[in-house]
């Protein structure tokens, strides 16, 4: 069984691009979540989506925004980058289920110069 | 304050020894408490889930524990390995809340030395 994957693995991107970052969740698994992580800090909650509807945003701009597919895979999209915006993107995958792991992929390096 | 804290900061044991790595946190209540190892640049890997009626769970040489009284957590890494060095983390899902509410700490950095 394939874990999460996530890609690309590692992006460089100018200020004022656009970026999208994409995943797909454990096979069976319905619930994707998005999370980026500064180096030194924890995950921050960014989005999250089951059953192909959003069910939870964090606090970030409207800069970012995702979807989930059919198939459940899910893109994460942020416009007009900032150099803040360079950190480790992590996708994670569940049931979706109280009390269920939650699996994360590798992430996505994005470096913003 | 972050309501969950982790202890010590960062820590460096020679290979082979055994130790302990420290969460308490003040969300209450909570529906489950959860160890991450985390490999710098690398996403989260799980170790383990207990929720607040389980005090402890055994994951290989992990073991963690839970005092929902004290709520405090526990990591015992036993025989440590050189591929044991990483940020473990601690995160708490609120009662009633689902991934999205995860509320993470700050992670123990852990070295282990040859």
């Known amino acids: 069984d394939a874990g999460v994957t996530q890609s690309p693995t590692h992006l460089i991107k100018t200020r004022g691009q656009h970026v999208t970052l994409r995943c797909s969740p454990i096979?069976?698994?319905?619930?994707v979540s998005w999370y980026q992580q500064v180096l030194g800090q924890g995950p921050q909650f960014i989005f999250q989506?089951?059953?192909?509807?959003?069910?939870g945003r964090g606090n970030f701009p409207d800069r970012f925004s995702a979807r989930q597919f059919p198939n459940y895979s899910s893109e994460l999209n942020v416009n007009a980058l900032l150099l803040g915006d360079s950190a480790l993107y992590l996708c994670?995958?569940?049931?979706?289920?109280?009390?269920?792991?939650?699996?994360f992929g590798q992430g996505t390096r994005l470096t913003v110069v | 304050k972050n309501q969950v804290e982790q202890s010590p900061q960062s820590l460096i044991i020679l290979e082979g020894k055994n130790c302990t790595l420290q969460?308490?946190?003040?969300?209450?209540?909570?529906?489950?408490l959860r160890w991450y190892k985390q490999d710098t640049g690398r996403g989260p890997v799980s170790l383990t889930i207990?929720?607040?009626s389980e005090n402890t769970k055994s994951n290989g040489r992990y073991t963690a524990t839970l005092d929902a009284d004290t709520k405090q957590s526990s990591l015992h890494i036993t025989a440590s390995q050189l591929s044991d060095s990483a940020s473990y983390i601690c995160?708490?899902?609120?009662?009633?809340?689902?991934?999205?509410?995860?509320?993470w700490g700050l992670g123990t950095s852990l070295a282990v030395n040859p």
């Open positions: 989506y089951y059953e192909k509807e959003e069910r």
């Open positions: 969460c308490n946190y003040t969300v209450s209540p909570f529906s489950n």
């Open positions: 207990m929720t607040f």
């Open positions: 096979s069976g698994h319905k619930s």
């Open positions: 995160v708490v899902t609120p009662q009633a809340g689902n991934n999205r509410k995860l509320i």
């Open positions: 994670a995958s569940s049931t979706g289920q109280l009390n269920t792991e939650a699996f």
